[in-house]
């Protein structure tokens, strides 16, 4: 149980385009999804908090027009990122919240690696 | 801000070896920490975790003490296989009912045969 997907797993796209990430919980609801970045050898960043049915909250620093997120159902959140460009390169890396059976923790998708060219 | 450091790596050892992985943390109130693990492809799996001082978080042969006085959750095993080969995260909440986690840098670990 408490499996969390994303796809794609790798995306190439080139610079000014803008590509969309999805993240599901594939066998519990999750009212609240994180999207996080990692750089190499660095930890991972959150980026902002996803909420269903609202607008997500967004860490200091992160550029909430860049970063778009919707969470519209309770399996389902998407980041866009918009207007790529080569410093968005980058993994990103999703979780949801479990509740009940699944002890309110976070439970992490296996990441999609960004490259913009 | 709060914030989570682990010991540099990567660690390299061999199989049967003792596993120490440091991890220090600071923060303004009373934590919970925890100790996730990325096996290749795959996501962060929650590999123990602790939510008061002097606990002691186990799973998998893997320990961990919350150690208030020296603000420290560090990870060991006593006798390490190679399927542990994997990158290890510490990690804390601020508080019990708090939702974000604040990580460390992440130390990968192989195991040699």
């Known amino acids: 149980g408490a499996v969390v997907s994303q796809h794609p797993s790798r995306v190439i796209c080139k610079s000014g385009t803008s590509v969309k990430i999805e993240c599901r919980s594939l066998?519990?609801?999750?009212?609240?999804m994180f999207w996080y970045r990692q750089f190499p050898k660095k930890s991972l960043m959150l980026m902002a908090t996803?909420?269903?049915?609202?607008?997500?909250?967004?860490e200091q620093g992160v550029e909430k027009d860049k970063f778009l997120i919707n969470h519209a159902s309770l399996t389902l959140s998407t980041l866009t990122v918009t207007s790529a460009h080569p410093e968005d390169s980058s993994f990103y890396i999703c979780?949801?919240?479990?509740?009940?059976?699944?002890?309110?923790?976070?439970?992490f998708g296996p990441g999609t690696r960004l490259t913009v060219t | 801000g709060d914030s989570v450091t682990q010991m540099e790596g990567p660690v390299t050892l061999s199989e049967e070896a003792f596993l120490t992985i440091n991890c220090t943390y600071t923060?303004?109130?009373?934590?919970?920490l925890f100790w996730y693990v990325q096996y290749p492809g795959e996501g962060l799996q929650l590999l123990l975790k602790?939510?008061?001082?002097?606990d002691k978080g186990s799973n998998k042969g893997f320990e961990a003490t919350y150690r208030k006085e020296t603000t420290s959750f560090h990870l060991e095993k006593g006798s390490v296989q190679v399927s542990d080969s994997a990158v290890y995260f510490c990690?804390?909440?601020?508080?019990?009912?708090?939702?974000?986690?604040?990580f460390g840098q992440g130390t990968r670990l192989t195991i040699n045969p």
């Open positions: 979780s949801a919240l479990g509740g009940g059976s699944f002890s309110y923790e976070q439970y």
């Open positions: 990690a804390l909440k601020e508080s019990q009912g708090a939702q974000k986690l604040v």
């Open positions: 923060a303004t109130g009373y934590p919970s």
């Open positions: 996803s909420n269903e049915g609202s607008k997500a909250t967004y």
């Open positions: 602790a939510t008061k001082a002097d």
């Open positions: 066998d519990f609801q999750a009212t609240t």
